[in-house]
């Protein structure tokens, strides 16, 4: 069984930085992807980063050059450094692991479907 334990987060003025992090245990498989998810209430899961079992990274657009997916494998530890941080990217952020397809995304998007285990979530708030 994979397991997800997330920290990290908190408050936070605009323009500043935050790193989460995930531990993650269970994942036995060789192929898998792990990524970053956040969620406003009221929206859709939005898929903002993702890293494939190769290292592969993908960052989508409306985070591209402020957010970076990392792991360290040593650690079994996911990691999203976020900087320059907006209002827009208050939310909370979820990491997740996918079954073992090693399909990371769709096409230009990060569904929620192609991942089934998730951390248990930690708030981002980022104030002006």
């Known amino acids: 069984q994979v397991q997800l334990a997330q920290s990290g987060g908190g408050s936070v003025q605009a323009g500043g930085s935050l790193t989460l992090s995930c531990v993650y245990s269970?994942?036995?498989?060789?192929?898998?992807?792990l990524a970053w998810f956040r969620q406003v209430p009221g929206k859709e899961r939005e898929g903002i980063a993702s890293?494939?079992?190769?290292?592969?990274?993908r960052i989508q657009p409306s985070v591209k050059g402020r957010f970076t997916i990392s792991q360290d494998t040593a650690k079994n530890t996911l990691h999203l450094e976020m900087n320059s941080l907006d209002p827009e990217d208050t939310a909370t952020y979820y990491c997740?692991?996918?079954?073992?397809?090693?399909?990371?995304?769709?096409?230009?998007?990060?569904?929620?479907?192609?991942?089934?285990?998730w951390g248990q979530g930690t708030q981002v708030t980022v104030s002006s």
């Open positions: 890293i494939h079992y190769t290292g592969s990274t």
């Open positions: 269970g994942l036995t498989y060789s192929k898998y992807c």
């Open positions: 997740a692991a996918d079954r073992g397809a090693g399909v990371c995304y769709a096409g230009p998007r990060m569904p929620s479907t192609l991942y089934h285990y």
